[in-house]
């Protein structure tokens, strides 16, 4: 992508506007974490959990980016999807999970975030990542490096590690696993694993501590949009699992492939499927 398409947008000036807006969302949901309103919890017709945390943290980041930018489409997982034949004619838009990872929620592990992405023709070309239980936010744009910003502290820059054979570390799902990814697991000789939920395991990917994360499950773009532009700007890659950078808004469906998240001087992970 051309660097001059990417600078018509203030991205810069837009980021501290949109850590913000991720913690007003995830001062929202901590509402209802710490008990201070109820939390009934449903099902989608994927089955998959719903809660009262979720509609009202979705309302808090839908309402605050229509504000900011009037003009930019936004998708969030909570909001209706509209079709791929409106969709297919935005080459610019917000994607956005209010609350990523609400069976962390649920489980009261604190292991849940709030995703936020900018989308320009089928690339993340900003993420800010809010962690409201620790107040961690992990945010980069395009061309600018990836931070991490600790309690409202000074922002550090982060990037990934090299990787060294010898001391592989990957990351792994509190909530999900599946044979594919205990098969490849396996194949790697000895490692350390670390379990965490959300978008957590990509973010300990652009931070350094691990290597690797595979997903070889169901996911979807709002789960990954923000944690690529972070990664990627990390100095690592998310890619599907013919090592292909993932690319958004591209078919009807807005489910994820397979996917890897690795560092830097990486290898090629395919080979272990």
Same mark, same amino acid.
Request: glycine share 6%; with cysteine; proline share 6%.
């Given at each position: ?42 099902? @989608? ?141 396996? @194949? ?86």
């Amino acid at each position: 992508m051309m660097a001059a398409e990417i600078d018509r947008f203030p991205l810069q000036d837009w980021l501290p506007q949109l850590r913000m807006i991720a913690r007003e969302t995830g001062e929202e949901i901590l509402h209802y974490y710490n008990g201070e309103r109820d939390c009934e919890v449903t099902r @989608k017709p994927d089955t998959t959990p719903l809660t009262e945390a979720d509609l009202a943290a979705n309302g808090v980041v839908v309402e605050s980016l229509e504000l900011l930018t009037p003009d930019i489409p936004v998708l969030s997982e909570e909001s209706e999807i509209p079709p791929f034949e409106v969709r297919q004619g935005w080459d610019t838009y917000w994607l956005v999970d209010p609350l990523d990872g609400t069976v962390e929620f649920i489980h009261r592990n604190g292991e849940f975030t709030v995703n936020i992405a900018l989308i320009h023709h089928q690339c993340p070309i900003l993420g800010v990542i809010y962690a409201p239980v620790d107040d961690v936010v992990y945010f980069a744009s395009a061309g600018h490096g990836a931070y991490k910003q600790v309690a409202g502290g000074r922002s550090e820059a982060i990037t990934c590690r090299r990787l060294n054979p010898e001391q592989l570390t990957i990351a792994s799902s509190r909530s999900y696993s599946s044979p594919q990814v205990q098969a490849l697991i396996s @194949k790697l000789g000895e490692h350390e694993l670390i379990i965490k939920g959300s978008s957590l395991k990509s973010c300990l990917v652009a931070e350094g501590r691990a290597d690797l994360y595979a997903r070889l499950g169901p996911t979807s773009e709002w789960d990954t949009a923000a944690a690529q532009c972070i990664v990627e700007e990390a100095g690592g890659q998310i890619t599907d699992t013919q090592m292909q950078p993932l690319r958004y808004n591209t078919k009807d469906s807005l489910l994820n492939p397979h996917f890897f998240v690795f560092g830097r001087e990486s290898r090629d992970w395919s080979r272990y499927l």
